[in-house]
């Protein structure tokens, strides 16, 4: 089983909720620390931990939207830096190249489980002769399950912030180290 370090400088987590039930807000992470251990030739028994830095949100394109959902409201980032994701089973399809990914998400303190729909988008060496595979993952989530309740009815109906949330990783990461066979 080989050990794989998620590059931070080439992984992102997106998230997205819908605004006022007409339109769709996104916004992202970009610092992503955590580990894969992946054996292409047995997905099956593969493993994820990945630690969002909450503090590392980018622009939603607005700055007063982006310092609420810092804020005690929602991410409440001062006392709760990060979001974690641990899997608990690993689910291939047939060619390996794609799987669902049970895990423990928590955010504000609160774990629930998720499945991430996730894909081997490749893997390859490097010009500086690392060796690189690329991870994209998806699951949607209700934000209310993880203590993330702040919102306003709309006077024609609905809510200005929607239940929903997606999120989506895409991360590079980098063989560290290759268990050898037994």
Same mark, same amino acid.
């Given at each position: @089983? ?5 590059? +931070? =400088? ?14 769709? !807000? ?11 251990? $992946? &054996? ?12 969002? *830095?909450?503090?590392? @949100? ?7 939207? *982006? ?12 006392? $709760?830096?990060?979001?974690? $994701? ?13 799987? #669902?990914?049970?895990? &423990? ?16 988008? %490749?893997?390859?060496? =490097? ?10 993952? #998806? ?6 399950? $993880? ?10 109906? %609905?809510?200005?912030?929607?239940? *929903?949330? +997606?999120?989506?990783? *895409? !991360? ?11």
């Amino acid at each position: @089983m080989a050990k794989w370090n998620i590059d +931070t =400088t080439h992984a992102q987590a997106s998230f997205a909720a819908r605004h006022m039930m007409i339109t769709t !807000v996104r916004g992202s992470f970009n610092k992503i620390t955590g580990t894969i251990e $992946f &054996d292409p030739a047995n997905p099956a028994a593969a493993s994820v931990e990945a630690v969002i *830095d909450t503090t590392s @949100m980018t622009s939603t394109g607005v700055e007063q939207r *982006d310092q609420h959902l810092q804020s005690p409201d929602f991410l409440d980032v001062a006392n $709760f830096p990060t979001i974690t $994701f641990k899997s608990t089973k690993i689910e291939p399809n047939a060619a390996g190249t794609e799987a #669902k990914i049970h895990g &423990d998400l928590t955010i504000k303190g609160v774990t629930r489980p998720v499945v991430l729909e996730a894909e081997l988008l %490749g893997q390859g060496k =490097t010009p500086f002769g690392t060796t690189v595979a690329g991870f994209n993952g #998806k699951t949607k989530i209700n934000r209310e399950d $993880f203590g993330l309740t702040w919102n306003m009815a709309l006077e024609t109906g %609905g809510w200005l912030v929607a239940k *929903d949330i +997606t999120i989506e990783l *895409d !991360v590079e990461a980098v063989l560290a180290t290759e268990a050898a066979p037994a």
